[in-house]
């Protein structure tokens, strides 16, 4: 298997700190409406419900093992490092900030694997 097709590390720390965690294709089907019908297709969104004070990460499930977990973990940067929360002037800073997280998570990821049990 694939190491990049066990996203329960992230599911994990999602679960941890209260945030919702789904797919494009789990919204398509509960609005059912295929995603191909969105227009502007992007790998992935977090967002915050401001109101109910929730959190969601939503990735394309479609994409490449490698890529979907760096779009999750760069997702789950943008909430962890409070970028919903805080309006920031400079979206492309909070893009490098959620950049690095995906690829330091990542790294370790890789880095980890050698040592884990079956
Ligand atoms: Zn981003």
């Not at 941890?16 to 965690?21: E, G, P, W």
């Not at 790998?43 to 499930?61: Q, S």
Request: glycine fraction near 4%; aromatic fraction near 10%; charged fraction near 30%.
């Amino acid at each position: 298997m694939n190491i990049f097709d066990d996203l329960d590390a992230l599911k994990k720390i999602c679960d941890d700190n209260d945030i919702l965690s789904t797919t494009f294709r789990e919204i398509a089907e509960h609005a059912g409406k295929p995603t191909e019908s969105w227009g502007s297709h992007s790998k992935g969104i977090a967002v915050r419900f401001r109101e109910a004070g929730v959190n969601m990460i939503a990735i394309d499930d479609t994409l490449p093992p490698e890529e979907r977990y760096f779009t999750f973990a760069h997702e789950l940067g943008h909430v962890l490092l409070e970028h919903l929360t805080n309006r920031r002037e400079k979206i492309d800073a909070a893009e490098t900030e959620a950049d690095v997280f995906a690829a330091t998570f990542t790294a370790m990821r890789l880095f980890l694997q050698p040592f884990e049990r079956d």
